[in-house]
């Protein structure tokens, strides 16, 4: 019985850690997106040349 609970734990954490993996990959791309088009599309700064959008 012990083995069989075992080998069910060990399915369930491999489960959860794919899972966990695919969403932060997904994360990951819409942040990647959301950084690309906040570089291509940043406004320009008052001394003519083009400034950062984000403060770091």
Request: net charge positive; proline share 4%; no cysteine.
């Given at each position: 019985?012990?083995?069989?609970l075992?080998?069910?734990l060990?399915?369930?954490?491999?489960?959860?850690?794919?899972?966990?993996?695919?969403?932060?990959?997904?994360?990951?791309?819409?942040?990647?997106?959301?950084?690309?088009?906040?570089?291509?599309?940043?406004?320009?700064?008052?001394?003519?040349r083009?400034?950062?959008?984000?403060?770091?």
């Amino acid at each position: 019985m012990v083995p069989l609970l075992l080998v069910l734990l060990l399915a369930l954490l491999l489960f959860g850690a794919g899972f966990a993996l695919k969403a932060l990959w997904w994360i990951a791309i819409i942040v990647l997106v959301v950084w690309l088009v906040g570089f291509v599309a940043r406004p320009g700064a008052s001394s003519g040349r083009r400034g950062r959008w984000y403060r770091w």
